[in-house]
Structures are given as C-alpha cells and as structure tokens.
C-alpha cells in the first residue's frame, strides 16, 4: 500500500471501515504500518502537552467528563487562568520537548467577555514558537475568525462518537452542533483537531460511524486524538463501567480503532491521548505500529492522570522512537498538493 495524493478520499462507505474493523488483526496491522510510513517518518511522534486553563463548572453534560456540573466527581470550578500563569506553563513544556501547546476550557462555548484574554494567550504561546490548540467548546464563525487572526494554530473539537450512539453520551448539545463547530473553525483558516472517545459502551458499529464521520468530512482533521475512556467515579459513564467491568475497551478494539483511522485519514497525525496511562507498553507500541504518531506528555491530563515524561521517555528509549521536531516534513509536502474533496 502506498497511497498517491488523489488517494486521499473523503467519499469513504460505513460498509469499507466496517471491513477493515473486520479484517484479520495482523493484515490490518500491516496495512496500517504501510499507510503511515508513506505518509509520515514512522519512528517520529509529535509530543504534545495539555493545560486545563479553566477547569470544571461545565453545564454541558457529556457523561465521560468530571468538569461537568452534573457529575459528582470532586472537580472544583475554577476561573480562567491568568494569562501570565499560562504562559509558564507553556514555557515549560516547551523546555521538555513539547512540540504544540493544547489549552482547554470548561465552556459550552466561551463568552465573548473571554476572547480578549483567549487571543492574549494565543499570541503569547506562539510567540514562544511553539504550535497553539485550544479547545474552549462551540464557536460561532465570529469567534472562530478572532481566534484565527490571534495565529491559533489547532482547534479541538471532537465528535466524540459515532452519530447513532452520541444522544446516549450527551444530551446538551446535537452532533449537528459539533460538526457546525468543526466547519466554522475550518472556514476560518484553523486546522482541525477532531477525534473521540472508545470504551464508552459503544458497538464497533459506532466505532465504524465514528471513523466514518471524520474520514467524509470535506477536509480530514489535521489531528484525530483517539482516546480510552478512563472511567471516573461520579460520572455517568464512570459509574456505569463500574458496574459493568467488561465493558471496558478490549486493547485488540483499540488498536483496531487507530488502524482504521491511520488508514482512512492517512495524513492525518493520529493522537493517542486518554487513557494511555492505563495501557500496557505492548499495547502502547501496537499503536505506534498501527499509526499512532502524536500523544500527550506530562503527569495530566485536563483532570485525568496520564503516563509522565520519565515513562515515555523510557518507553521511546525502548522502541527506538524519537519527538517529531518541527513540522512534519512528508506531511507538508503531501498536504500542499492534496485538492480538498468537493
Ligand atoms: S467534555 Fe467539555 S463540554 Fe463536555 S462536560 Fe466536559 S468540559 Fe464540558
């Protein structure tokens, strides 16, 4: 397999990534690999650092999330954080090898009272040199153009699931919205971040939807996180998956999941990102085998814990990997000559 820029394609069928789901897992691997060193320097992952910069008080009721208001999860609401405080941090990460600065909000969407300290800290990361990405909920095409004259480089916004199984995780907002959100943040110039969450009790039915919904967009995300639940007490799906231990994500599923999508969207970056912590090394490498080639680094997540600097270095050390530094150089030469679909 070696993909051709016209063999980027957003006119994917359910029944083609239901069949490579289907696939024998060692074939689907091996398809996989060969998509992503065709597309990208296969020992090379992005590193990324995550800051919660307003944390909990959430009135959306997405029922993985401890920041929701409606999950008793011990989160307490904290304002926006200073921007001078943000701005530390991203220092730091960026002296440990971070590459991109990913912020998150608390929001169902920012109020415009924000935006002014929202495009501050926008213009003070990227003035660091490092890559800026903000997720801060739904944005209006207003929003979304003030954050792209700011230089905002990625907006995170995922879609979480496949669209059958979304009304079970989240009743505040319709997947229309999310994707309103997606298609504003692209018509303002911003790269896309857009990925979701497995293990929540879905079918691979809505993991094949949720490949599905991101590989016909017009335009592939430029970043696809693909996340493990990591069950918190006090949430909705937290509880649930408590009660129901084997609903857990099989680590087989997993890296399914990040083969189909390494193959579906095969320039884009395909983040792992919660729930790596809780992943063997075995695993964590079958993933790096199948396409993954960007995570998160640092001892947290927004709330949740993550693996740590130290283990992923050692983890690196062991499988001969190496930070991806500066722009991808493959991935840039592609995307210039790929066409966006119709
Ligand atoms: S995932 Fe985001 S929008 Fe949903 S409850 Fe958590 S913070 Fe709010």
Not at 12 to 19: K, S, V
Not at 138 to 165: C, F, I, K, R, W
Not at 254 to 274: D, G, K, N, Q
Not at 311 to 331: N, V, Y
């Amino acid at each position: 397999v070696n993909p051709k820029p016209s063999q980027i394609r957003s006119d994917w069928t359910r029944d083609e990534i239901a069949t490579l789901f289907e696939l024998p897992f060692t074939e689907l691997l091996f398809q996989a690999a060969s998509v992503h060193r065709a597309n990208h320097p296969p020992e090379q992952v992005q590193l990324c650092t995550l800051l919660s910069i307003k944390t909990g008080g959430c009135p959306e009721d997405c029922g993985y999330c401890s920041q929701s208001v409606k999950a008793d999860s011990g989160v307490e609401a904290t304002k926006l954080m200073d921007v001078q405080q943000v701005l530390q941090s991203a220092a730091q990460a960026k002296d440990h090898g971070s590459q991109r600065f990913c912020m998150g909000a608390a929001w169902r969407n920012p109020k415009d009272r924000d935006m002014p300290a929202i495009v501050e800290i926008v213009k003070g990361v990227r003035a660091m040199g490092l890559e800026t990405c903000m997720t801060l909920g739904m944005l209006t095409p207003e929003q979304a153009e003030m954050l792209s004259e700011a230089g905002l480089d990625y907006y995170n916004h995922n879609v979480d699931t496949g669209p059958e199984y979304y009304e079970r995780v989240i009743s505040t907002r319709n997947y229309q919205d999310r994707l309103d959100t997606l298609q504003n943040v692209r018509e303002a110039g911003i790269n896309v971040c857009s990925g979701g969450i497995v293990g929540m009790g879905e079918t691979r039915a809505d993991r094949v939807g949720f490949v599905y919904t991101l590989a016909t967009l017009p335009q592939h995300p430029e970043s696809v996180p693909v996340n493990a639940l990591v069950p918190v007490k006090g949430t909705v799906l937290g509880d649930m998956l408590a009660d129901t231990p084997l609903a857990k994500i099989d680590d087989i599923e997993f890296v399914r999941t990040v083969a189909v999508a390494r193959i579906c969207m095969p320039l884009s970056m395909v983040r792992l990102s919660a729930g790596r912590e809780s992943m063997s090394e075995a695993t964590q490498a079958l993933c790096f085998l199948a396409g993954a080639n960007s995570i998160f680094t640092g001892d947290k997540l927004l709330t949740a814990a993550n693996a740590g600097d130290a283990s992923d270095a050692a983890l690196f050390a062991k499988l001969g990997l190496t930070p991806l530094q500066g722009e991808e150089p493959m991935r840039a030469e592609r995307m210039a000559e790929v066409e966006p679909a119709e």
